[in-house]
């Protein structure tokens, strides 16, 4: 990405500089990231324009474009990261396993997170809430440690549980991205991305109410709303979100 971009428009750019096509997006299909240093977008688009890129357009930005089937690609490839993502939109394409997601244009100064973090029990959601001024979902970013550097997401999930709950007895599953919000302009390029988060027991008996919250900054908060309340069941029932990997 360049300065005062946004992300989707970085992602037009680039597939114009690379492969010399217009195109506009269907979802975001993906999140990698190793830390707030190193996040790549992975975006499932359409062509609307343009034309593909030749050798007589060679260019420090790539030597030509071409399209070609998924069992016969180029080779060698540049990097073999490609082949999973490719796979991933095939899969996708076929059946989708999250609703069309695309980063909303909000300003955010930092690169955080905004927790959906959750308990269930039959049929049953509690969210956990932040009490500081008004209640709102927990955000928090990762640090500046060299651990925290390299485990990126999960472990700033992790710290900010662990200022509330007691972990050595419930089990903590990221399950993915619900959305993100980027400006990329104004000075404002931070990156919010809301992260679903599953917390459980990890010996799961008739328990009906959530963990015991040890910190006056948080609650469980019920979801009594039937139609949020189904949606979040659906969307951590079948992992209905977009998937970070490392």
């Known amino acids: 990405m360049e300065p005062g971009e946004t992300i989707i428009e970085a992602m037009q750019r680039e597939v114009k500089e690379e492969a010399g096509l217009h195109c506009e997006p269907v979802t975001l299909l993906s999140v990698e990231e190793r830390g707030p240093a190193w996040i790549r977008f992975v975006f499932l688009a359409r062509p609307t324009g343009g034309t593909l890129k030749t050798s007589k357009e060679a260019d420090a930005e790539s030597l030509q474009a071409g399209w070609f089937p998924r069992v016969s690609l180029p080779t060698p490839l540049r990097a073999h990261d490609v082949l999973h993502v490719i796979d991933l939109a095939a ?20 690169v955080c997170q905004r927790l959906v973090a959750t308990f269930t029990s039959v049929q049953t959601v509690w969210v956990l809430v932040g009490t500081g001024g008004m209640p709102h979902l927990p955000i928090t970013a990762c640090g500046f440690t060299s651990v925290e550097q390299r485990g990126g997401i999960k472990v700033a999930v992790l710290r900010l549980l662990q200022e509330c709950l007691t972990l050595h007895n419930l089990a903590v599953e990221t399950k993915g ?15 919010c991305m809301n992260v679903l988060v599953a917390v459980a027991f990890r010996n799961p008996g008739i328990e009906e109410e959530p963990p015991k919250v040890r910190s006056e900054n948080y609650f469980w908060w019920k979801v009594m709303e039937e139609d949020l309340q189904s949606q979040l069941l659906q969307r951590l029932q079948e992992s209905s979100v977009v998937p970070v990997s490392r």
């Open 91 to 110: 899969q996708y394409l076929q059946q989708a396993r999250h609703p069309l997601i695309l980063p909303q244009e909000l300003p955010c100064s930092l």
């Open 177 to 191: 991205l619900l959305g993100l919000q980027h400006l990329g302009r104004d000075h404002m390029d931070g990156i």
